[in-house]
T-cell receptor, first 114, second 115 residues
Framework: EAGVTQSPTHLIKTRGQQATLRCSPI?????VYWYQQALGLGLQFLLW???????NRGNFPPRFSGRQFPNYSSELNVNALELEDSALYLC?????????????FGDGTRLSIL | KQEVTQIPAALSVPEGENLVLNCSFT??????LQWFRQDPGKGLTSLLL?????REQTSGRLNASLDKSSGRSTLYIAASQPGDSATYLC??????????????FGSGTRLQVQP
């Protein structure tokens, strides 16, 4: 069974540009979560999608957005990039909305802002 | 607001030692607690998930316990090996009024097992 896959592995952008990160969940998983892991800040919850809808978001500005497609894959878009957006962005998936379903993570996309 | 703390921040042990990693959380109204392993520059690998109704879970050389009332969990690693070197993260899930179901993570314990 294929795990959660994320692309690209690395992404280099400059300030003010826009970045698009992609995630494919494990087959059969309908929920996709996005997290940011910035140096020194730990893992922070960004967004949660389930069945194509945004269910909730963490304490991030509106320039962080995304969507979930009918096949449950997801995109994270970051507009007007700032230096502090440099981080490892992790995607996780779980089976449905159940509280007791474990989240499975991909290897992440490392976004570097120059 | 849920806060998760992991102690120690870093740990170095010789190969073969048994060791314990600690995780504490401030709000005991959790649904479950999950332990993860993260290798440098990589994503997270789920190790163990303990439901709120459970006291412990075991997988191979790993054993995780949960004491909800005291807000603590421990991850016990038996007979440590150099391949166990990684950062270990614990995360709790609780229901919030906003409907958020994401995990709240600790800052991790960086483990180095010396051959």
């Amino acid at each position: 069974e294929a795990g959660v896959t994320q692309s690209p592995t690395h992404l280099i952008k400059t300030r003010g540009q826009q970045a698009t990160l992609r995630c494919s969940p494990i087959s059969g998983h309908t929920s996709v979560y996005w997290y940011q892991q910035a140096l020194g800040l730990g893992l922070q919850f960004l967004l949660w999608y389930d069945e194509g809808e945004e269910r909730n978001r963490g304490n991030f500005p509106p320039r962080f957005s995304g969507r979930q497609f009918p096949n449950y894959s997801s995109e994270l878009n970051v507009n007007a990039l700032e230096l502090e957006d440099s981080a490892l962005y992790l995607c996780a998936s779980s089976m449905g909305q159940g509280f007791n379903q474990p989240q499975h993570f991909g290897d992440g996309t490392r976004l570097s802002i120059l | 607001k849920q806060e998760v703390t992991q102690i120690p921040a870093a740990l170095s042990v010789p190969e073969g030692e048994n060791l314990v990693l600690n995780c504490s959380f401030t709000d005991s109204a959790i649904y479950n607690l999950q332990w993860f392993r993260q290798d440098p520059g990589k994503g997270l690998t789920s190790l163990l998930l303990i439901q709120s109704s459970q006291r412990e879970q075991t997988s191979g050389r790993l054993n995780a316990s949960l004491d909800k009332s005291s807000g603590r969990s421990t991850l016990y690693i038996a007979a440590s090996q150099p391949g166990d070197s990684a950062t270990y993260l614990c995360a709790v899930r609780r229901f919030e009024r906003t409907g958020r179901r994401a995990l709240t993570f600790g800052s991790g314990t960086r483990l180095q097992v010396q051959p």
